[in-house]
């Protein structure tokens, strides 16, 4: 079983709409999330880190259910620009490296 | 302020075929990792160096050797290349290993072993 799963999408949202990925972990060691952003044939870059209490950056919010070893990223008023690979990360609690998933597709169109 | 670099873009070897990647940031940070990505795999770590000096294996080192030349660059050798190493190989850097501070990516290296 992979460490971090997500669902590969795609996920095909309209301009405006609201969407959801969940991420789940094995690892109940793992200590910090993050969620970070591919763009096609592009570098990930780091989108935001996810806190215990949930927290919001503009149009995206995270949410972390430790009971559930799931994190969620919820993006509204989806943009054109939205379109990409979002990569969901632990910081693995066994030998403190970063594991990455596999990635969920969103692609928004007009 | 470039980032993170990386040398070539893209490559195509034969089996058998040796090559080094090159990796440079001039973030002056002190970890740097080389990761690969496969199609539904995810990045998997393949080697990491926590400061200059040191380097230590990752998911998947075998194949591979690194060389921490400096604390700006670090370089990643397939010394025989293998059909099942053809994947994209980022590296990337960070401030300190192990805690789970933001890495900044190189834009990758496309590689074709045939």
């Known amino acids: 079983r992979k460490e971090v799963e997500q669902d590969p999408g795609p996920f095909n949202v309209p301009e405006g709409a609201t969407v959801a990925f969940n991420c789940t972990y094995s690892n109940s060691a793992s200590q910090s999330f993050f969620w970070y952003r591919q763009d096609c044939r592009k570098e990930p870059k780091l989108l935001m880190s996810v806190y215990s209490s949930g927290n919001e950056d503009g149009r995206f919010t995270a949410q972390l259910n430790r009971a559930s070893q799931y994190i969620s990223l919820l993006i509204r008023d989806s943009k054109l620009s939205d379109s990409a690979t979002y990569l969901c990360v632990a910081l693995s609690g066994g030998y403190n490296k970063l594991i990455f998933g596999a990635g969920t597709r969103l692609a928004v169109h007009p | 302020n470039a980032g993170v670099t990386q040398t070539p873009k893209f490559q195509v070897l034969k089996t058998g075929q040796s090559m080094t990647l090159q990796c440079a940031q001039d973030m002056n940070h002190n970890s740097m990792y080389w990761y690969r990505q496969d199609p539904g795999m995810g990045l998997r770590l393949i080697y990491y160096s926590a400061s200059e000096g040191t380097t230590d294996k990752g998911e998947v080192p075998n194949g591979y050797n690194v060389s921490r030349l400096n604390k700006r660059e670090f370089s990643l050798r397939l010394e025989s290349a293998a059909p099942s190493q053809t994947s994209v190989y980022f590296c990337?850097?960070?401030?300190?290993?192990?805690?789970?501070?933001?890495?900044?990516f190189g834009p990758g290296t496309r590689l074709l072993v045939l």
């Open positions: 990337a850097s960070s401030e300190r290993a192990h805690t789970g501070e933001t890495q900044y």
